[in-house]
């Protein structure tokens, strides 16, 4: 099997076609000046020196070694072997609002922001733990299933936004209870739910679900974000310039207030732990740290390729090249005239 290990440095390859056309209109502009300056009949006397063959040969090799180093920077591996890998870790569904409370900009940049970038942290930090994702507002819905692959879950939780869940709500009871659903309860792994929400408004029957929760050992660590004195909710047009705020019939502005009663009762009954949302502590990242001392179960078997790095055949050409390239004067000589005559005979023989 063939891979890069950093693909992403091949987009450095659209840099080639770029000098080249920069190189032909350098060269078309040099000839368009030396006609202007004198006949063409004339140069070779002006500049008996002079070798325009290897000018072109000496862009050529500059360019050659370019695009050998952009291989080599994206370091060319091939796999060796298979093996497999024992897959180890916990289970963890994270619980995320959407609705349009968590619009308010009391905690900045605004309520879901500030969770996605921490949700994200947590991802990143993971290390053969299954992560999965539910959003919620009016109705619960599987963003990601549990996976533990992270690329992924990153990609699905950037495209979360407030539009994600058409009906508005704060719908934890429905949350909690496809969470539940969703574990593989044929694998005997720590499961943990953790909740971010602002608590406010919330529907459903949250306490039998948490029950449920309780007796299946799984627990729930719940973050509120937002403030218990209210926050007003934002409205911003489609340039994303805010008009406004959010009113009520009255027209009296909406203020949106964290709901910790419920979410610190959630909590407490299913063996978790309550978090205050802040701008400035990540609070996930404290979850993640108790989450590390449970037991890690295996839930799988992976396959996995042994690759080895094959840079070098790319990078120890471009340096001979480039070395070449720098003694290689721009003189005429007459050994480099008869050695390209050769080799292009050479390659006109049958």
Do not use: C
């Amino acid at each position: 099997m063939f891979r890069f290990a950093y693909p992403e440095y091949l987009h450095a390859l659209y840099i080639i076609p770029v000098l080249i056309i920069l190189y032909w209109f350098y060269r078309k502009n040099r000839t368009r000046l030396l006609n202007s300056f004198s006949e063409k009949k004339l140069h070779n006397i002006l500049f008996p020196a002079f070798s325009s063959l290897k000018n072109t040969v000496k862009f050529g090799l500059i360019v050659f070694s370019l695009l050998l180093l952009i291989f080599a920077a994206a370091n060319p591996q091939v796999g060796t072997k298979m093996q497999e890998v024992k897959q180890t870790g916990i289970d963890v569904f994270i619980l995320l609002d959407v609705s349009n409370s968590m619009r308010a900009e009391d905690i900045k940049p605004n309520r879901l922001e500030k969770a996605k970038h921490q949700i994200s942290n947590l991802i990143n930090r993971l290390r053969g733990d299954r992560i999965g994702l539910i959003i919620f507002a009016g109705d619960a819905y599987v963003q990601f299933p549990l996976t533990t692959d992270y690329s992924a879950a990153n990609l699905f939780l950037s495209a979360v936004d407030f539009n994600s869940v058409p009906n508005q709500g704060t719908a934890i009871g429905s949350a909690l209870s496809l969470a539940l659903k969703s574990f593989d309860k044929k694998v005997e792994t720590e499961k943990v739910i953790i909740v971010i929400t602002d608590g406010e408004d919330h529907e459903g029957d949250i306490t039998s679900v948490v029950t449920e929760a309780n007796s299946a050992e799984i627990k729930i660590y719940t973050i509120g974000l937002g403030s218990t004195g209210g926050s007003p909710i934002p409205v911003y047009n489609a340039r994303q310039e805010q008009t406004g705020f959010k009113k009520d019939n009255q027209g009296n502005v909406v203020l949106t207030k964290l709901g910790e009663e419920i979410l610190k009762q959630i909590a407490s009954s299913a063996n978790g732990e309550y978090f205050r949302g802040s701008n400035y502590e990540d609070h996930l990242d404290k979850i993640y740290e108790d989450l590390s001392e449970l037991e890690k179960s295996e839930f799988g078997v992976k396959k996995v390729t042994d690759y080895e790095d094959r840079f070098y055949y790319f990078l120890a050409p471009a340096i001979f090249f480039l070395i070449f390239e720098f003694f290689l004067n721009e003189r005429r000589t007459k050994w480099f005239i008869n050695f390209i005559l050769k080799l292009g005979i050479k390659q006109l023989k049958p």
